[in-house]
Each structure stands twice: as structure tokens, then as C-alpha cells.
């Protein structure tokens, strides 16, 4: 059975440049070793992805309401429906001492940012700098090899997966209790000062509320200890003669 829009799916999916085969992204962890890609800040696991909502690439998102569960298949996704067309009017050519500091430092395929904006280097020479401030794949055909590792249809995969999604933690580490329309998620201490915390529960409860309609509340549950206040000590026992 293909999926509607809405539907809340795992995929799985490697995605490389048609035109060289170069892999720029995966999630699965052993294919971004294997193409020297890995990154050790990134969770690998498979993406939760809302289908027809914009949650991957148009090309990517159009082609999920064609699958099912289990389905192993190849994408092609043309520049129009990915990272779009390539722009001359955004390639720049700028004096080298605009990069402050850096002007020593860079080289060509590198990113910058300059006045808030980023861009790759594609020429360096002459005390000038050419910046293209295009996606560094607009106009690249993408190809995706993509799994469909399952559809998530009771709430409590829902909620499961939605706290995976966007959890800075690890997964093992995930807690949350449901009981009848309330869920009490909880914040391990070791987030208590991520940045963006707000924001990160607020779309989880936004997230929440939209897949999981019976739900009525969610709380976020954060537990502190006093650490100052000695433990009272156990009686000794007394020593056997």
C-alpha cells in the first residue's frame, strides 16, 4: 500500500551527484565510512520523514507517494525539484583582503561567509576571490538510493520516533511515559543547557500534537538533584569479636 501525505515513515537513503558519483550523504552510518563522509556529530539512523510535507528534498518527496513499506529503489531528482538551477548572478568576484584573517588561510572548494552570507571559493589569484554564493549542488541531477525501512502507524512508534528525531541524545537514552492523552517526556540532565532546548521542545510538542491527535498534554519532565547535601552515612556495623 503506497502512503498518503502525512503519513509518518522511516527512510533510509544514500544520496550521490548523477554526474560523478560522488556521495555527499547518508544515513546509514557504515556508507558514510565507507565514502569518506562521516561525521561523528551527526545521528545516523533513518530519517523520519512526514510524506508530501517538504520534509526531504521535492523530488525526493513527490517520488514517496509511489512506495510502500520495504520498497529498495533508485530516485533521480532533476535540479528544479532539488537544489535548484545554477545562478551566474550569484558568483562573485570580491578583493581577497575581505576575508579578514582568512585571506591566508583558505582555497578553493572551501566555504566562507561573508557579510552573513555563505559561499564556496572556485578561484583564487591576483589579490581576488571569486565566491559562489549558489548551493554547492544547484544544478546537479541527485540520485537517491532509498529504503523504505517502515511505516509508523500506532502512536506509540509516533512518539517514539518523533523523540529519536529530535532528541540531542542518544536513542537508548529516549524516555517517555503515555498515559491515556497525557505523554511525560524526559530530559536527561545531560541537555539540560543544550543550546536551543526551547526551540527543540517545541517542535516535539509540535510534532506531537499533529501525529498523535489523542493527545491532550505534553510534559516536559526535568529532575534535579541536590548534590551539595551529604548523603547520611550507614550505621557502622559493629566488628565480630
Excluded: C
Excluded at 1 to 13: A, E, P, V
Excluded at 66 to 75: N, P
Excluded at 118 to 123: E, Q, W
Excluded at 150 to 179: C, F, G, Q, T
Amino acid at each position: 500500500m503506497t502512503f498518503k501525505k502525512g503519513q509518518l515513515i522511516l527512510l533510509d537513503y544514500t544520496a550521490k551527484i548523477k554526474d560523478n558519483g560522488e556521495v555527499f550523504e547518508s544515513t546509514n552510518e557504515e556508507e558514510a565510512k565507507k565514502h569518506s563522509i562521516h561525521d561523528p556529530n551527526i545521528k545516523y539512523m533513518p530519517k523520519l520523514v512526514s510524506v508530501g510535507e517538504g520534509w526531504v528534498l521535492k523530488g525526493l518527496d513527490d517520488a514517496l507517494s509511489d512506495v510502500a513499506a520495504g520498497d529498495k529503489k533508485t530516485i533521480e531528482v532533476s535540479p528544479d525539484k532539488g537544489f535548484g538551477a545554477r545562478d551566474k548572478g550569484k558568483i562573485r568576484m570580491i578583493p581577497l583582503r575581505k576575508l579578514g584573517e582568512d585571506a591566508e588561510k583558505v582555497s578553493v572548494g572551501d566555504t566562507v561567509e561573508i557579510d552573513n552570507k555563505k559561499g564556496i571559493i572556485r578561484y583564487i589569484g591576483s589579490g581576488r576571490v571569486q565566491v559562489d554564493y549558489n548551493h554547492r549542488y544547484a544544478g546537479k541531477t541527485i540520485l537517491y538510493d532509498i529504503n523504505i525501512k517502515k511505516s509508523l502507524d500506532s502512536d506509540d512508534e509516533k512518539i517514539s520516533e518523533i523523540l529519536k528525531s529530535r532528541l540531542p541524545i542518544e536513542n537508548e537514552k529516549v524516555a517517555y511515559k503515555k498515559n491515556g492523552t497525557i505523554v511525560d517526556v524526559t530530559v536527561p540532565e545531560e541537555i539540560f543547557r543544550a543550546d536551543g532546548l526551547a526551540i527543540i521542545k517545541h517542535f516535539v510538542q509540535t510534532d506531537l500534537f499533529k501525529f498523535v491527535t489523542s493527545l491532550t498534554k505534553v510534559n516536559f519532565v526535568e529532575t534535579y538533584e541536590n548534590k551539595q547535601t551529604p548523603k547520611p552515612k550507614s550505621e557502622e556495623k559493629p566488628k565480630s569479636k
